[in-house]
């Protein structure tokens, strides 16, 4: 029988065991990118596969980059516990399913999650244990130019992620470790080290 943690001390995750590694930051900070090349040299690496109500860009596939599911589809999804945490953005729906993610830790691997800021508070109250890293952009000037530069949303639909990345950055003091992304190469090689550590 394990003994009893003491009242008002936190339970000490066991050595080896592997956290849960929580990746957050602005739209536009370039987190599905480091998460893409760590992933290219490291394949072994789990990262989890979000469900989203949004529509599949071209080239994405149904299970690899999401899960792509309708309105009806996702809550489901909630009302039967099955999310981590979701949450809302730009009008759609995205959020990580907790059984993958369980099961995975349970067995050893470390688990990677990049999610937005409301996803990565609700991974910390659920599970007080994670490692959240927040990635950073060198300056307020690079992260507009990157938003601006993708072109693929329309004006509203940028102004929109920039009022939420000024939140973003402000929450940055409830994150664990900061990255600063001024190379995707050097902060993934950051990131891998703190998913490895157990």
Do not use: C
Request: no cysteine.
């Amino acid at each position: 029988m394990e003994a009893a943690v003491p009242r008002g001390e936190t339970p000490v995750t066991p050595v080896g065991r592997p956290r849960l590694t929580v990746l957050s930051g602005p739209s536009g900070v370039g987190k599905s990118t480091v998460v893409a090349h760590l992933r290219r040299a490291h394949p072994e690496l789990w990262l989890s596969v979000s469900a989203t109500t949004r529509a599949p860009r071209p080239g994405e596939r149904d299970g690899v980059q999401y899960f792509f599911v309708d309105d009806a589809g996702f809550d489901k999804l909630i009302a039967n516990g099955e999310l981590l945490e979701w949450a809302e953005f730009a009008g759609n729906r995205y959020g990580t399913p907790r059984g993958p993610v369980l099961r995975r830790l349970e067995h050893g691997e470390p688990v990677l999650l990049e999610i937005d800021l409301q996803g990565a508070r609700q991974v910390r109250a659920a599970m007080p244990d994670a490692r959240l890293v927040f990635l950073a952009p060198p300056s307020w000037e690079e992260l507009v130019r990157r938003l601006t530069g993708r072109g693929t949303e329309p004006p509203e639909v940028i102004e929109r992620r920039l009022t939420a990345a000024r939140v973003e950055l402000a929450a940055e003091p409830e994150f664990d470790t900061t990255l600063i992304n001024t190379s995707v190469e050097h902060v993934s090689a950051e990131l891998l080290a703190l998913v490895s550590e157990s």
